[in-house]
C-alpha cells in the first residue's frame, strides 16, 4: 500500500522558519520525481517545489525561491525548509511522488500519489 505522510506543519510567525518533512512507503519512489504542492483556501493548489529522482535537479516557484528549499534522502524521505515565511504561504501543504517522470515537474497529473496534506499558518 503506497502511502505518503507529511508532518512538521503549524502556526508561525513573518519571517519565521518550518521544516515540513514526508515520509513516503510502499513503493520504491527513489527513481521518481516528488514534489510540494499548497492549496490556500478558496485557491487551485499549485506547485511550491520539485526534486528530480537524484536530487540532484530542483524547481522552485517563483514565490518561493531562495526562501524554501526541497530535498530528498535515500531513506524515501522528502523534506521542504522554509524560511522567512510570510502570511501569503499559509495554506495546506501536500507531498506528491510521481510514477513515470524522474526530473522535476509542475504539472499535477505527473504525481499518481498523494499525502493527506499539512497546515501552515504564517501570522503577520
Known amino acids: 500500500q503506497v502511502q505518503l505522510v507529511e508532518s512538521g506543519g503549524g502556526l508561525v510567525q513573518a519571517g519565521g522558519s518550518l521544516m515540513l518533512s514526508c515520509a513516503a512507503s510502499?513503493?520504491?519512489?527513489?527513481?521518481?520525481?516528488m514534489g510540494w504542492f499548497r492549496q490556500a483556501p478558496g485557491n487551485e493548489r499549485v506547485i511550491v517545489a520539485s526534486?528530480?529522482?537524484?536530487?540532484?535537479?530542483t524547481y522552485y516557484a517563483d514565490s518561493v525561491k531562495g526562501r524554501f528549499t526541497i530535498s530528498r534522502d535515500n531513506a524515501k524521505n522528502l523534506y521542504l525548509q522554509m524560511n522567512s515565511l510570510k502570511p501569503e504561504d499559509t495554506a495546506v501543504y501536500y507531498c506528491?511522488?510521481?510514477?513515470?517522470?524522474?526530473?522535476?515537474?509542475?504539472?499535477?497529473?505527473?504525481?499518481?500519489?498523494w499525502g493527506q496534506g499539512t497546515q501552515v499558518t504564517v501570522s503577520s
Open positions: 526534486i528530480s529522482w537524484s536530487g540532484g535537479s
Open positions: 510502499g513503493r520504491p519512489f527513489s527513481n521518481y520525481a
Open positions: 506528491a511522488a510521481a510514477r513515470t517522470i524522474a526530473s522535476p515537474t509542475v504539472v499535477a497529473g505527473d504525481y499518481a500519489y
